[in-house]
């Protein structure tokens, strides 16, 4: 999608809306395909008084397993994000500016690269998540193994006789 600026970098008060998906479902990432959906975008673009603001929000399907348990997890995943606008080109070396230098904005890279950045890096099916028995790979969010109680390190199990 290639939003066209030139009416709102002109005219205070001006806008632009748009609505449109950027493919996301080939997109690999550690190695599995986390995207189960391609994403649904909002844009906004509008000039407050000179300063020219664009507004995209994301929607989309993502599903990966927990970080602990391995369990898939298949979440809808909204975001908002928002950035400054600029026409021509300017010496500012600041990042939060994007330049539009003939007044035509490619959005479609912008959306994905805002979408990686913004992903969660932990992904747990809950915040105190058990995770998997070490021993026997049990879930043990849904089931209490007996590895803990059977399975003494043998060096603690000749400090136990020697305690008895
Ligand atoms: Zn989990
Ligand atoms: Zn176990």
Redesign the pocket.
Known sequence: MVLNLKDVFLNDGAKVNAEFQVELKPITLDGIYPFDSDAEVRAEAKNKLGFVSLVLDVSFVYCRPCDRCFKELRRELEFSFEHRLVAGLSDSEDDDYIEVPDFELELDDLVVSDILLDLPGKYLCSEDCKGL?P??G?NLNDAE?D?RKGNIDPRLEILKQLID
Do not use: K, L
């Open positions: 028995c021993h026997c049990c193994c590895c």
